[in-house]
């Protein structure tokens, strides 16, 4: 059974920093490109990070400069280090990863940056 598992969420004011975690298993993490999005309420859901199975990562404009995504196959997981964080990053963060044939969710963290 496929299973992802992200943590390192919570209450941070804006400017400061979070990392999250998402821990994969039963699944052959190190050939799986690795997504994290996020929804915030009433919006939909948005891609805010990527990893491929090499390393390579892109970002969403409106994180570029601040986020970092990084994965440790050793692990099975990717980070997300999110740093000048903003209000506008307020929402639900989840880790995604998908082919033709599956498309895998976790359950979500919440992430929540006061003014």
């Known amino acids: 059974q496929v299973q992802f598992v992200e943590s390192g969420g919570g209450l941070v004011q804006a400017g400061g920093s979070l990392r999250l975690s998402c821990s994969a298993s039963g699944i052959a993490f190190r050939i799986n490109s690795i997504g994290w999005y996020r929804q915030a309420p009433g919006k939909q859901r948005e891609l805010v990070a990527r990893i491929s199975s090499g390393g390579s990562t892109n970002y969403a404009d409106s994180v570029k400069g601040r986020f970092t995504l990084s994965r440790d196959n050793g692990k099975n997981t990717v980070y997300l280090q999110m740093k000048s964080l903003k209000p506008e990053d307020t929402a639900v963060y989840y880790c995604?990863?998908?082919?033709?044939?599956?498309?895998?969710w976790g359950q979500g963290t919440q992430v929540t940056v006061s003014s």
């Open positions: 995604n990863t998908y082919s033709a044939r599956y498309d895998y």
